[in-house]
């Protein structure tokens, strides 16, 4: 019960901060949408060009966002766990340009350096990877869980070689246990006992 409502709750939480991240300043005073997500893959690296919402960073973590609902919805472990790569590895790799175009990151209070958006994105990921680990998978429907064998057309008493089952075989009985069979006359009625000997040896009364 507690996997199945904090998963859901920790991937809502990680795909807002994740989203509301490049409307924060990310590092420099610059906030993450001012940066050209095509600066991420050029050869020139991080520029000074301030692109539109849907050409900045902004774009990848509406894409995760929208990994999450699906995954929500279709009770996906393996599309939450998709959401959280897309989020860190947008993050990590725009860390790298960054780094390359400034020489080096650094983590300043003053907020010449890197800043809560960064730390937003990040935090937004590592929240979505936990809820696709915590999270309850679609439960396999019975047929998929226990497949029914197919039917082979072999007989479940036929031999291991697959030889038909035959009923064994039984001597003959006899002619007169057939039914309807002539017995013949009816044998003599047996005799009715008569009385028994009279006194003699070999009988309690007997006295010689």
Same mark, same amino acid.
């Given at each position: 019960?507690?996997?199945?409502?904090?998963?859901?709750?920790?991937?809502?939480?990680?795909?807002?901060?994740?989203?509301?991240?490049?409307?924060?300043?990310?590092?420099?005073?610059?906030?993450?949408?001012?940066?050209?997500?095509?600066?991420?893959?050029?050869?020139?690296?991080?520029?000074?060009?301030?692109?539109?919402?849907?050409?900045?960073?902004?774009?990848?973590?509406?894409?995760?966002?929208?990994?999450?609902?699906?995954?929500?919805?279709?009770?996906?472990?393996?599309?939450?766990?998709?959401?959280?790569?897309?989020?860190?590895?947008?993050?990590?790799?725009?860390?790298?340009?960054?780094?390359?175009?400034?020489?080096?990151?650094?983590?300043?209070?003053?907020?010449?350096?890197?800043?809560?958006?960064?730390?937003?994105?990040?935090?937004?990921?590592?929240?979505?990877?936990?809820?696709?680990?915590?999270?309850?998978?679609?439960?396999?429907?019975?047929?998929?869980?226990?497949?029914?064998?197919?039917?082979? &057309?072999?007989?479940?008493?036929?031999?291991?070689?697959?030889?038909?089952?035959?009923?064994?075989?039984?001597?003959?009985?006899?002619?007169?246990?057939?039914?309807?069979?002539?017995?013949?006359?009816?044998?003599?009625?047996?005799?009715?006992?008569?009385?028994?000997?009279?006194?003699?040896? &070999?009988?309690?009364?007997?006295?010689?």
């Amino acid at each position: 019960m507690i996997r199945t409502v904090l998963g859901p709750l920790l991937a809502l939480a990680g795909a807002t901060a994740a989203v509301w991240s490049p409307f924060r300043i990310w590092y420099d005073g610059r906030h993450g949408r001012d940066y050209r997500l095509g600066d991420l893959f050029s050869a020139g690296g991080i520029t000074d060009a301030t692109p539109g919402l849907f050409a900045s960073l902004f774009l990848p973590f509406v894409v995760a966002a929208l990994i999450t609902a699906a995954g929500l919805l279709l009770r996906s472990r393996t599309l939450l766990a998709v959401a959280a790569v897309v989020v860190l590895a947008f993050t990590i790799l725009w860390m790298v340009r960054e780094a390359q175009a400034e020489g080096e990151l650094v983590i300043t209070t003053n907020g010449t350096g890197l800043d809560v958006g960064v730390a937003n994105a990040l935090g937004g990921g590592a929240l979505l990877l936990l809820s696709a680990l915590v999270s309850r998978g679609r439960r396999a429907s019975r047929a998929q869980q226990a497949p029914e064998p197919a039917w082979t &057309g072999q007989h479940p008493a036929d031999g291991p070689t697959g030889e038909p089952w035959h009923e064994p075989a039984y001597p003959p009985r006899p002619p007169e246990f057939e039914p309807g069979a002539d017995l013949g006359p009816d044998p003599a009625p047996w005799p009715e006992p008569g009385p028994g000997p009279g006194p003699g040896p &070999g009988r309690p009364d007997y006295r010689p």
